[in-house]
Every structure is written in C-alpha cells, then in structure tokens.
C-alpha cells in the first residue's frame, strides 16, 4: 500500500506492477485531473535511471518524448541582467540517464498513464494499524479502510505516515521565502530575454539579498497540443495523458529571500497580490525581469517558505516504511529533491521485488532499503541546505559589507568558472556527477 500519488510514490508503483507485485497507490486527490499545479523539475542521471528500471519501455520513451527542451546553457546573472557567466551545457536528450527539465503537471500524468487499476482517488490517509499478523490496516478519512503487507508513506513534507510512525521526525524552517511565477511564453516575452537565457537555465544573484531562478520551459508539442516534431508525433498521439495536460510553453521565474524581505503571512496571498509582492521585492531588477513578473498568470503564481528535514537516527525496520519528502524534505538548493524521491523508489521496488519473490524476508528487504535510503537522504538534505542560498544563515542575505561581500564572492566565483576552462571543467562535471551510492 503506497499512500500518496506523487513522483516518488507513482515511480515506486509502476515499478512494482511491471515486476508483478500487487500494490495499490492511495492519492487523496479526486481524479488524475486534480493536483495539476505545475513548475519545472529538473531530472537528472539518477531520476531518469529510475525513470527507465521504473516505468514499462514505452511510457519511459513517452516521459523523454514529453520534457521540454534541455538547457543549452547554465546563467549566472546581476538583477540588471548583466551576464556574469554563461556556460554551455552538454545535452543528450536520447541517452537514458541525461539530464531533462520536465512540467510537474506534464510528470504526473506520464506517471498516471494505464494505472487506473492500481490508484484509489479520493483516499485520504489518517493512520495505520499494524497488526499481530505483521500486516498493516490503513484508515481514510471516508471511513474505508484497507490491509496489506506493506505500508509506505510517499506523501510528501506533511506526511500523516510520518508524524505517527516517527514523531521525532522534524521538519524545520530554513528562513527563506520564495515567490515562484509562470509567464506564456510569447513573442513579447521571447524578446525580453538574450538568446543565452531564453536557451538555458539561469540564477540570479541580485543586491539587497535577492536571488533569483528563470528558466524557459518549451515543449514538444504547440499552443493546440500538436506535436512540433514529426519524430515525436506517433508517442504524442497515442499518450492519453496529453488530454489532461494543460503545459504550454512558458518562462519560470522565481525569486526568493530571508522572510523579512516579504510582507507577512506572503504564503496567503494568491493572484495579483503576489504577483504586486513580487515586484514590490525586486524594485531595482532590469525591466525586461519585472515586465515578466507583470506578464504572469496570477492564477500559477504561488509563495512558500522553504523547509528542510531535521537528521533522524535509524530506527528498527518495520513493514511501514518511507521515501522521498515523507522522509527528507530538502531544498531547491542544488535541484535533487525528485531525484531523490525515484531513487528512493527504485531501490525500494528491488527490495520489495525480492520479497515478493521469496528471496528475503520481506522486513529485511525493507531494512536494507533504509539502510541505503537513510543515509543518502541526509546527505542530500545536508548538502541542498550548503547551495545557492537556500538558508537564512548564508551570508548573502546579511547587510551591510558582509552581505555585499558574500555576492562579490559568489560573482567572482562563477565568472571566474565562465572564463577558465579548467575551472568550468569541474563546474560541469560537479553537475553531472551521480549523487546517489550505487545501491543495485
């Protein structure tokens, strides 16, 4: 029993169907329609491995056939849009393990494709009973409930598994709010952008301690959902999950900060509200930036602020068990948060698999998942919070020379990596790196 319908929790499901392991995904949204918010996640080598060991051959071929055009080039920029560095980008969007930008809302409905027998809508989790038989009952909000062999919790930083199963399991707040926007990509807002970032992926690092992610998403398909390439016309034709995928082309932007930037209670407002927030936060941006934020759909735009899981000491394996954000929520610091949540479910699929087969014992199994998973999870957590400011502590956000100092240092840096081959070198292979142990 997978309670929660996200990336992590679908990936693990669709690998365990495909290897004949009965499982049921209990997802307290009503439909595959629901839940539809949508920014980009970036996948890496280790997301699209378990992408590939995961889903059946031809919906893998449909997630590569779906993503959006890779980035030609990592941005580093000023708020005035001066480039600091622009460094091109290896890309190989055929190979298995590249690197890939995807529309969460396009991600999900791959992940919801031919499951229909596997997912229970409108299943909202409340708590679990595990029973003398070492079987698990969970109990949803309508009454129902449900027994199997296997409780696992992938519903996410609030999970309602967690907080039962280990309640000293903290999330805590890093300090930092972050407003994120969706602009249609058009041709006025083609032609705000250099073609340097309009292809690519760029970081910001504005004055006052303001910092900034865009990113130009652009997908295979056009405004009427007809495929752009020929190539990809016979997967789009047959996938029905474009149907119910409203991605078009667009330009994410977002900006983010130490809370007492924002105005209070910032994760309330919605609409243009947030939108005003926003420009009310990066009065001194290059217009072209603002008129962005100006062009946004109200209705995409959203604040939160960004949280981090506390490290947990290792527990007695169970039949409950854990994956993804249920059990490491981390930073959009370095990007590996989904990443992280697929392989937590390819490494859980093998051990589960070899249960089911009768290779282990199914609590083993699970024990030696957590014995992967657990570590690898606090690492990722630890380094997401030590990247690109995503913790109130970094000196960016400091006033005064201190703070002044750390965005020279931080500009220095990446323009000294755009100039010296050596240097972008490493750069580029530290993005490329496989961030996970091998846990086959």
């Known amino acids: 029993m997978v309670i929660g319908g996200g990336t992590g929790g679908m990936c693990l499901a669709h690998g365990l169907k495909k290897a004949g392991v009965h499982v ?24 699209s491995q378990a992408l590939h060991d995961c889903l059946p051959p031809t919906l893998f071929d449909t ?58 809508y409108g299943s909202e989790f409340t708590r679990y009973e595990t029973n003398p038989d070492g079987t698990v009952t969970a109990f949803f909000s309508d009454g129902s409930q449900a027994t199997g062999d296997v409780l696992v919790a992938a519903d996410g930083t609030r999970s309602a598994v967690r907080r039962q199963y280990l309640p000293h399991a903290t999330v805590t707040d890093t300090g930092i709010t972050a407003i994120a926007t969706k602009t249609p990509l058009t041709a006025e807002t083609r032609a705000l952008l250099s073609p340097e970032v309009l292809n690519g992926l760029s970081l910001i690092f504005g004055r006052r301690g303001m910092v900034g992610m865009l990113h ?33 082309d667009y330009v994410n932007l977002s900006v983010w900060s ?60 169970t039949t409950v068990t854990l994956l993804g954000d249920a059990i490491h929520t981390m930073t959009p610091g370095q990007g590996v948060g989904a990443n992280t949540a697929l392989w937590d479910a390819a490494v859980l699929c093998r051990e589960l698999t070899a249960a ?22 606090t690492a990722r957590v630890a380094a997401s919070l030590d990247n690109n400011g995503t913790s109130a502590g970094d000196p960016l956000y400091k006033s005064g020379v201190v703070g002044r100092l750390a965005l020279a240092g931080a500009r220095t840096y ?27």
């Open 63 to 120: 997630f590569v056939a779906t993503c959006a055009r890779a980035p030609s080039y990592f941005n580093v920029l000023t708020e005035g849009m001066k480039h600091t560095a622009s460094i091109p980008l290896p890309t190989d969007r055929f190979a298995v393990q590249a690197e890939r930008s995807v529309s969460r809302s396009t991600l999900r409905q791959v992940l919801f494709t031919d499951m229909d027998d596997v997912v229970r």
């Open 216 to 248: 130009v998403m652009e997908f295979p398909w056009d405004a009427e959902g007809r495929p752009k390439d020929p190539a990809d016309a016979a997967l789009l034709d047959a996938w029905s999950g474009l149907q119910f995928d409203s991605s078009r």
């Open 258 to 317: 130490v809370h007492d930037r924002f105005p209070e209670r910032i994760a309330d407002r919605r609409g243009h509200d947030l939108i005003g927030a926003a420009l009310d936060a990066t009065t001194d941006w290059h217009p072209s930036l603002r008129r962005l934020f100006t062009l946004s759909d109200p209705d995409a735009a959203f604040a939160l602020r960004i949280a981090t899981s506390a490290p947990v000491p290792a527990w007695t394996p």
């Open 414 to 440: 990446f323009a000294l990596t755009g100039k010296v081959p050596a240097l972008r070198r490493k750069f580029l292979a530290g993005l490329r790196t496989v961030r996970a142990p091998d846990a086959a």
């Open 24 to 47: 049921t995904v209990y997802e307290r949204y009503g439909s595959r329609r629901d839940g539809l918010y949508g920014y980009r996640v970036g996948i890496d080598a280790i997301g």
């Open 356 to 377: 089911s087969e009768g290779r282990k014992d199914v609590v083993a199994a699970i024990g030696d998942y957590e014995l992967a998973m657990l570590p690898n999870g």
